[in-house]
């Protein structure tokens, strides 16, 4: 069984930056891919940012294109997501998710077969 723990949510102000952090348990790190989503109150979840197995291709949504930054330590097993100039737009819970893929990064949801718990940030004006 895998397990995926979101950590690192918080408040800030616009304009701060955040680290979220992604522990995944319980299968061999570099098999799956993984990607952030996040859903803002009275929205759908959305796509946010991916990285394949081993790191070499990344995706991102147009909204945090420029300003997040997603990175994995396969050894830790462990993924992140740095995100920079934040603003209130940005707030949401943010989910980890991974599954076994060999390509690049999928953007669509119901591709991916595991999934943390969440981690609320909000970001204030």
């Known amino acids: 069984q895998v397990q995926l723990v979101e950590s690192g949510g918080g408040l800030v102000q616009a304009g701060d930056s955040l680290t979220l952090s992604c522990a995944l348990s319980?299968?061999?790190?570099?098999?799956?891919?993984v990607a952030w989503f996040r859903q803002a109150p009275g929205k759908e979840r959305e796509f946010a940012a991916g990285?394949?197995?081993?790191?070499?291709?990344?995706d991102y949504a147009d909204s945090v294109k420029g300003r997040f930054t997603i990175s994995r330590d396969n050894a830790k097993n462990m993924v992140y997501l740095r995100m920079n100039t934040l603003k209130p737009e940005d707030t949401a819970v943010y989910y980890c998710?991974?599954?076994?893929?060999?390509?690049?990064?999928?953007?669509?949801?119901?591709?991916?077969?595991?999934w943390g718990q969440g981690t609320q940030v909000t970001v204030s004006s």
């Open positions: 998710a991974a599954h076994v893929f060999m390509g690049g990064v999928v953007r669509r949801q119901p591709t991916y077969d595991f």
């Open positions: 319980g299968r061999t790190f570099s098999n799956y891919a």
């Open positions: 990285v394949s197995r081993f790191g070499g291709a990344t």
